[in-house]
């Protein structure tokens, strides 16, 4: 086969046969050899076996990282760093951890060590300056709530293993109304890349993830997040003005990005208002709640985690707020001109010069309202007298799919930005 021919290449004529006999060994056995090398130090062996067999650093069959876990298991600190430096992909999961909560709970007294060499290998490997953050209203209901007045809601499972490929491009992905249905299809797409919020991602089916998601109070929000940043801080509010009986609320997570962006923060907020309902929503008493929980929350983290410096801190709301910038002007400028919120879709467009487009519109088979714009990126500069970092948009879009096709009854919202 293929790979047989890659050994006919690299080994020297006469030696093939040896070669596609190491090829053939059982992987128990290629896997035991590999540590032994590792744990008596003997990194040249170690590199003789990856001359003739070089994707055991991917370990197809028992993954390489298995190698890492091992050696820091062992407290094999050299061996450790060696592997990283080799180009172990560290972006995996480990027991459900970041690489860097795996050390911090196997082999604390090497993490300094282990952690400088790691990052310098993902900022040559990915050199990063920019983020790329999604809001996404995502229309999963299981199919068993599914009435009259949401009954275009369908195709959960397609849409949802869809969506998971869609948004697997983004760094920070903030979600709405994952009631349950179809969270492990989602995250099919996602798993080698990122992490849910802790006990937010699927318990394996959407039975169990709806009473999970119904007992948790969870309101439909959703976060999944790049498997090389680490969550500082959490906390979630569920509104207490509201017409409906869903548990709407908000997140909001300190993500530490230093893996990526040395030194920077970002602090995210996702969060889903009443529907207008003709009037009845109680949007402007959700926006009172938002804000006041924003600043509870900042002077929270202010308290217990005095190290951060609020000036390398990127400060987003995200979600679907079911106001239409066009109509309800008088909510939009409660969160705009009175609170400060900037649009960062519409400051892109503005400085293209293009005009908005819709989030949620009759041109998308799922819906069937009028077009609108309910689906925000805001950012936030200043928040009790403390200067966040400025963000800049740099890319900014609608994301949608041919009639049909689509993930959602909402198109998705993307922005890039700096900070």
């Given at each position: 086969?293929?790979?047989?021919?890659?050994?006919?290449?690299?080994?020297?004529?006469?030696?093939?046969?040896?070669?596609?006999?190491?090829?053939?060994?059982?992987?128990?056995?290629?896997?035991?050899?590999?540590?032994?090398?590792?744990?008596?130090?003997?990194?040249?062996?170690?590199?003789e076996?990856?001359?003739?067999?070089?994707?055991?650093?991917?370990?197809?069959?028992?993954?390489?990282?298995?190698?890492?876990?091992?050696?820091?298991?062992?407290?094999?600190t050299?061996?450790?760093?060696?592997?990283?430096?080799?180009?172990?992909?560290?972006?995996?999961?480990?027991?459900?951890?970041?690489?860097?909560?795996?050390?911090?709970?196997?082999?604390?007294?090497?993490?300094?060590?282990?952690?400088?060499?790691?990052?310098?290998r993902?900022?040559?490997?990915?050199?990063?300056?920019?983020?790329?953050?999604?809001?996404y209203?995502?229309?999963?209901?299981?199919?068993?709530?599914?009435?009259?007045?949401?009954?275009?809601?369908?195709?959960?499972?397609?849409?949802?293993?869809?969506?998971?490929?869609?948004?697997?491009?983004?760094?920070?992905i903030?979600?709405?109304?994952?009631?349950?249905?179809?969270?492990?299809?989602?995250?099919?797409?996602?798993?080698?890349?990122?992490?849910?919020?802790?006990?937010y991602?699927?318990?394996?089916?959407?039975?169990?993830d709806?009473?999970?998601?119904?007992?948790?109070?969870?309101g439909g929000?959703?976060?999944?997040?790049?498997?090389?940043?680490?969550?500082?801080?959490?906390?979630?509010h569920?509104y207490?003005?509201?017409?409906?009986?869903s548990?709407?609320?908000?997140?909001?997570?300190?993500?530490?990005?230093?893996?990526?962006?040395?030194?920077?923060?970002?602090?995210?907020?996702?969060?889903?208002?009443?529907?207008?309902?003709?009037?009845?929503?109680?949007?402007?008493e959700?926006?009172?709640?938002?804000?006041?929980?924003?600043?509870?929350?900042?002077?929270?983290?202010?308290?217990?985690?005095?190290?951060?410096?609020?000036?390398?801190v990127?400060?987003?709301i995200t979600?679907?707020?079911?106001?239409?910038?066009?109509?309800?002007?008088?909510?939009?400028?409660?969160?705009?001109?009175?609170?400060?919120?900037?649009?960062?879709?519409?400051?892109?467009?503005?400085?293209?010069?293009?005009?908005?487009?819709?989030?949620?519109?009759?041109?998308?088979?799922?819906?069937?309202?009028y077009?609108?714009?309910?689906?925000?990126?805001?950012?936030?500069?200043?928040?009790?007298?403390e200067?966040?970092?400025?963000?800049?948009?740099?890319?900014?879009?609608?994301?949608?799919?041919?009639?049909?096709?689509?993930?959602?009854?909402?198109?998705?919202?993307?922005?890039?930005?700096?900070?």
């Amino acid at each position: 086969g293929p790979r047989e021919k890659n050994f006919y290449k690299i080994m020297e004529p006469g030696n093939q046969e040896k070669a596609v006999s190491e090829h053939l060994r059982e992987p128990s056995e290629r896997f035991s050899e590999a540590k032994a090398l590792l744990q008596t130090g003997n990194f040249s062996g170690f590199d003789e076996i990856l001359k003739k067999l070089p994707s055991i650093l991917e370990f197809r069959d028992e993954s390489g990282l298995n190698l890492l876990h091992h050696m820091i298991l062992d407290k094999e600190t050299g061996a450790a760093l060696y592997l990283i430096e080799k180009g172990i992909d560290c972006r995996q999961k480990v027991g459900g951890k970041s690489l860097i909560e795996f050390i911090k709970k196997a082999h604390p007294s090497a993490l300094g060590e282990i952690e400088t060499v790691l990052r310098g290998r993902v900022l040559r490997q990915n050199p990063k300056t920019s983020l790329k953050v999604v809001s996404y209203n995502t229309y999963l209901i299981p199919s068993w709530f599914v009435n009259k007045k949401n009954r275009t809601c369908q195709k959960q499972d397609w849409r949802a293993t869809n969506l998971g490929i869609e948004l697997k491009k983004y760094d920070i992905i903030q979600l709405q109304e994952v009631w349950g249905s179809s969270i492990d299809k989602l995250e099919i797409g996602l798993r080698d890349t990122h992490f849910p919020l802790r006990g937010y991602g699927s318990w394996g089916g959407t039975f169990l993830d709806t009473i999970r998601a119904t007992l948790k109070r969870t309101g439909g929000l959703y976060s999944s997040f790049r498997s090389d940043f680490t969550v500082e801080y959490f906390r979630k509010h569920v509104y207490a003005a509201t017409i409906t009986r869903s548990g709407k609320g908000i997140t909001s997570v300190l993500y530490n990005l230093d893996l990526v962006l040395p030194g920077k923060f970002i602090l995210a907020f996702n969060t889903h208002f009443d529907p207008y309902a003709g009037g009845k929503g109680r949007q402007e008493e959700q926006i009172g709640e938002l804000r006041s929980f924003v600043e509870q929350v900042v002077g929270e983290v202010s308290q217990k985690r005095p190290a951060v410096n609020f000036s390398n801190v990127a400060l987003i709301i995200t979600g679907d707020f079911n106001i239409n910038a066009e109509e309800s002007t008088r909510l939009y400028n409660l969160l705009t001109i009175d609170w400060g919120l900037r649009d960062l879709y519409l400051e892109y467009c503005t400085k293209k010069g293009i005009e908005p487009e819709s989030t949620h519109s009759p041109r998308n088979s799922y819906a069937d309202h009028y077009e609108s714009r309910l689906d925000y990126v805001f950012a936030l500069d200043h928040v009790l007298g403390e200067q966040f970092a400025s963000v800049e948009v740099i890319n900014s879009q609608v994301i949608k799919q041919e009639i049909g096709d689509e993930f959602s009854d909402h198109w998705g919202l993307g922005c890039e930005i700096l900070f």
